[in-house]
């Protein structure tokens, strides 16, 4: 029998039930929904969770399309599920957790008597560090973003080879392979000796089925490559960049975008220009070095020194 919060399954089985992280302002039980799949084979086990990001929801598309399609009887290894993580964050739909007004990918591996962020993380990661695989399912929040998947131990981790091997076999096409910030779940489970990745399902406002459907590719992928499934793996070469130039607006306007997401840039191309209201040019940012554009704002309108795009650098393939 395998447990995890209220779902238990026995072998061959699938069980959903809830993963208690607390108590919420009316002193309810908190208890994120959770899904155990119990194959019917012994095999390894991978943890799956989403919207740890509360506003990213491709992620929370991908297990509802992914669990219906998976039979217990034909899979060998167990597969453990937290559809939501940032539960109070998912409630009124923003990203951060609006009680500690923290980011849950910041918080791992948690604490058991932190802020209701470390708490969440610690019980997760509790679930998670019993796996041998664990995926992460973002997005680039509502912000535009290529599909991509992000290694984020840094390349002279112990984990380093195993993440980016997990990385082209989800297989969205591109590859952030960067160290991240403290915090991550992508950091604390290479950390715990657990290969994981931080796939990027595009950047949107509610659903976009293009990545979800690469999501749900990505996770049928892994679950045939590490013996969960019979079946054939697509082992496309990746495009990796092992950075970003992030590049702010120098005015206050309009933005109007010279490059689509996804495109080659080089050095001195045209990335954007601020317009006015009325039409009229004010400025015009070019890329500092060569790369790919990668991900931009959604809403037109920018302040001096605001966020605009981000372009890819130091890009090859494996
Ligand atoms: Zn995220």
Redesign the pocket.
Known sequence: MTTVGTASAAPGEMAVGRLEVGESRDGGTVGLPVAVINGAKSGKTLYIQAA??GD?LNGVGVIQRLVPQLDPSEISGTILIVGIVNYHAFQVAQHRNPIDDRKM?RAYPGDERGTSSERIADVTFKVARGADLILDL??G?TSQMINEVRVRCGRHHRMHAECLRLAKTFGCGYVLDQKGPDGQLARAGPDAGIPTIDPELGGCVGWDEESIQLGVRGVHNVLRAYGFLDGDVNRDPQTRARGFDQYGSPSGGLVRFKRALGDEVSAGDVLFEITDVFGQLKARVTADHSGIFWRARRLPQVASGEYVCSVGIDIDNY
């Open positions: 740890s990001d990213e990918n973002h997005q929040s």
